[in-house]
């Protein structure tokens, strides 16, 4: 009995063994699905991240066009300003020119005006002089006459006095 029990221990050992391998086939299939769980997930991550990714990319593309149309509208801003600018500069120039040449003119009429004057002045100051020579003159004639009709009355009338 002794060989009975030992195969059947044996067998008994087998078919534990049985069932732990079928244990381990059932783990190993719920390992694979879930590996293949995983594989799914993943493979659903990695097509989100290239949808994101192509999601991005077209965002930046969109944004690297959207700088460079405005890079190119600031360039266009920029040279037209630069054209004002050097207009209004043209334009500077030109008034600061017409109102140099003006300013020239009155500086001119006004140091022609000045000469005027002065020779008006000096004309006038002649004249002063002539005219007080000739006042002083006229005074000393009157002086002169006053003095005669002075004696000219004295004269006459001592010969009012001597004949009357």
Not at 4 to 27: G, I, M, P, T, Y
Not at 98 to 111: F, G, N, Y
Not at 112 to 128: G, V
Not at 150 to 164: G, I, N, P, S
Request: proline share 0%; charged share 35%.
């Amino acid at each position: 009995m002794s060989e009975l029990s030992s195969r059947l221990s044996q067998l008994r050992q087998w078919l534990d063994d049985v069932v732990e391998a079928d244990k381990l086939v059932d783990n190993i299939g719920d390992l694979l699905g879930q590996r293949n769980a995983l594989r799914a997930q993943l493979a659903e991550l990695d097509a989100e991240i290239m949808r994101k990714r192509q999601a991005v990319e077209q965002e930046v593309a969109a944004l690297d066009a959207d700088l460079a149309t405005r890079q190119r509208a600031f360039a266009d801003e920029l040279a037209r300003m630069a054209a004002q600018l050097a207009e209004r500069d043209a334009q500077i120039v030109r008034k600061r020119q017409a109102v140099e040449q003006e300013v020239a003119a009155l500086e001119a009429d006004l140091a022609s005006r000045q000469r005027a004057f002065a020779d008006e002045l000096a004309r006038m100051e002649e004249q002063t002089a002539a005219a007080k020579a000739e006042h002083a003159c006229a005074e000393n004639d009157l002086r002169d006459l006053r003095m005669r009709l002075d004696h000219t009355q004295a004269v006459y009338e001592e010969l009012r006095r001597k004949f009357a």
